[in-house]
């Protein structure tokens, strides 16, 4: 059973970086793609970044290009998303996901991670 479990949230000040972790365990996570979502309060949940098998990355929201950063670790089993330059906009609960596959996952994606809250602090 594939687990992702995310960390690293927090309160961070406007401009500030924060580096949010998910560690998968069950599967070694070389073989797949995967990405990290967001929702924010009222709002729908949201694709940001997706990295594949090979460390190729896409961008799937547009505001957060030059700021966000999706990095593997595949020794530590874990994926990261490196935030910069943060907005209050940013706040949000922050969410991995990967389909178990080379595909980048969208909103469907057959396994989740829990979710790390984040706050930005204006």
């Known amino acids: 059973q594939v687990q992702l479990v995310e960390s690293g949230g927090g309160l961070v000040q406007s401009g500030g970086s924060l580096r949010l972790s998910c560690t998968v365990s069950?599967?070694?996570?070389?073989?797949?793609?995967f990405a990290w979502f967001r929702q924010a309060p009222g709002k729908a949940r949201e694709g940001l970044l997706c990295?594949?098998?090979?460390?190729?990355?896409?961008y799937m929201k547009s505001s957060v290009r030059g700021r966000f950063y999706i990095i593997r670790d595949n020794f530590l089993n874990t994926v990261f998303l490196q935030m910069t330059n943060v907005t209050p906009e940013d706040t949000a609960v922050y969410y991995c996901?990967?389909?178990?596959?080379?595909?980048?996952?969208?909103?469907?994606?057959?396994?989740w991670g829990q979710g790390t809250q984040v706050f930005v602090d204006s």
């Open positions: 069950g599967d070694t996570l070389e073989k797949y793609a």
């Open positions: 996901a990967t389909d178990l596959s080379s595909f980048c996952p969208d909103s469907e994606a057959a396994y």
């Open positions: 990295i594949n098998s090979k460390s190729e990355r896409t």
